[in-house]
């Protein structure tokens, strides 16, 4: 049954319905980008869908905008799957359980998927459109955003004629977004030498912080789980001996981590020790997020008396040194945008595998040298404890350009159909727009959207009014743009 058919737009919402029925978890494009080539042929439109995945569909412009430049819409088809604690949810076959609650569209106990549905849905509609003026269209829809804009990295972007760029993929409405953040990810990884030992099985576990998108929300001082549950393993280690079973922390590098366990081997003398450290941790860390993290846990579970394989000692103390002593968080501000983050990474994996225990890192700023200091803070970290170090997925930076005609004319539809001006920013997250800038500099970006709260995470909301606006926006720019 559809739930969003009564809202306004309608003729967008159907779309976000659509998609929403569909599995799209990033690295699992195919459906998805299957949909948008059948939607193409559905209409008779030119299209191209490469082997990245990536889909771009072409429309020519309305009557008085055949001969009009054309414009470039854009946004990406996957999500990040993150998922509730409780809530069993299989993102190979499961669509999103949409409602909607105070004005807001939500996922039940997953992400919503509003970034980006709410670029595409909007793009489809314009597509399908009979009666909305516009120039010609190259609407791009990118694989594989959010692990690191793997999609936009392999897009051949030279059929493509527009040079006015629109990205669908901002969540604040009436900040328009002119320059974002590059960045890359790093794995930190520690060979571990197992042995076995007999002892009591503790499970360390951290959950139900708020997480949240790594850039966008960064500088709201969230916990990480990881950093935290390594802060708590750090602080035993300084008193007694255990070893390292496993430690299994987050969902995606980009995400801030919101749970994490790590399962260790003690002596029996030293169980009340740790059971007695993690509540005064959980104490400490109460009062250091105050209410900003209103629900976590932090626990310790006696899973019994066991005899079997651990990581040794010098393995677990170079992987508990290393997870204490890698940064994390905003590390620089802008020294022109007040409170805007320069400089950033975020913690966002610790996975345990057969013969290593690896970190990974995502690292964002607006300077590229400070791309390379990064980069050599993370080698100097990894050489402290014998870890390896190895970056990938590296994309530039969009810095701010004057001159925009993009940014006039939104700024002039917008404060027409709003009473208000915008505010013109940047973003300290990465945008697919920079990635292009590279591909092509003459490209005249900007990136735009409704308001989404707590994108990243089962608390993602996307308000309708919002929308209903941002809608209205887009449809009165590129009716400017005649």
């Known amino acids: ?109 997953t992400t919503l998927g509003g970034d980006d549905a709410m670029a595409t849905c909007m793009i489809q509609a314009l597509l399908a459109s009979t009666d909305i003026p516009h120039p010609p269209l190259e609407c791009i829809i990118t694989s594989d955003e959010e692990p690191g804009m793997i999609g936009a990295a392999a897009l051949d972007v030279s059929d493509l004629k527009a040079t006015k760029y629109i990205n669908i993929d901002s969540e604040i409405e009436g ?8 960045g890359f990810e790093d794995e930190m990884s520690i060979k571990s030498v197992k042995e076995e030992v007999s002892g009591v099985k503790l499970s360390l576990s951290i959950k139900d912080y708020l997480g949240g998108h790594s850039g966008l929300e960064i500088n709201k001082q969230r916990g990480n789980a990881n950093k935290d549950l390594g802060r708590l393993l750090f602080k035993l280690s300084e008193n007694i001996k255990f070893n390292l079973v496993s430690i299994e922390g987050g969902t995606a590098a980009n995400v801030i981590t919101k749970n994490c366990e790590a399962v260790i081997i003690v002596n029996e003398k030293d169980v009340k020790y740790v059971s007695d450290t993690t509540e005064e941790l959980f104490a400490i860390l109460k009062n250091e997020y105050d209410k900003d993290e209103p629900a976590f846990t932090l626990s310790c579970e006696n899973l019994g008396n066991v005899t079997e394989k651990a990581l040794d000692k010098s393995s677990t103390e170079k992987v508990v040194t290393l997870l204490e002593a890698v940064p994390n968080g905003v590390q620089t501000y802008e020294r022109s945008i007040e409170g805007l983050p320069e400089t950033s ?13 690896t970190i990974r890192a ?87 959207g409704p308001n989404v709260t707590d994108a990243h995470s089962y608390h993602e909301r996307l308000e309708i009014a919002s929308m209903e606006r941002s809608w209205k926006l887009l449809k009165a720019v590129l009716a400017d743009l005649k």
């Open 362 to 448: 995502l690292v964002r700023t607006s300077i590229e040298s400070k791309k390379e200091a990064m980069k050599e803070k993370l080698v100097a970290c990894s050489k402290m404890v014998g870890a390896t170090s190895s970056y990938s997925g590296e994309y530039p930076a969009w810095q701010i350009k004057s001159g925009s005609k993009l940014v006039e004319i939104f700024s002039k539809e917008y404060e027409k159909l709003e009473g208000k001006k915008p505010e013109v920013s940047a973003v300290h997250a990465g945008l697919e727009a920079g990635l292009m800038l590279g591909k092509n500099p003459n490209f005249d970006c900007i990136s735009f």
């Open 1 to 109: 049954m559809s739930v969003l058919s009564n809202y306004e737009p309608k003729e967008v919402f159907k779309y976000f319905e659509e998609l929403s029925a569909i599995p799209r978890a990033s690295y699992d494009d195919q459906r998805a980008s299957d949909y948008f080539v059948e939607f193409a042929k559905s209409l008779g439109l030119k299209y191209r869908q490469d082997d990245a995945l990536n889909v771009i569909i072409w429309k020519d412009g309305t009557a008085g905008y055949e001969n009009s430049e054309p414009v470039i819409l854009q946004g990406h088809m996957d999500m990040v799957a993150d998922t509730e604690p409780g809530v069993n949810h299989d993102w190979s076959k499961d669509g999103i359980d949409l409602f909607v609650e105070d004005g807001l569209i939500g996922g039940r106990g």
């Open 345 to 357: 990474l975020n913690i966002g994996l610790v996975r345990t595998k057969e013969d290593a225990i």
């Open 175 to 182: 900040i328009f977004i002119v320059g974002c953040c590059g």
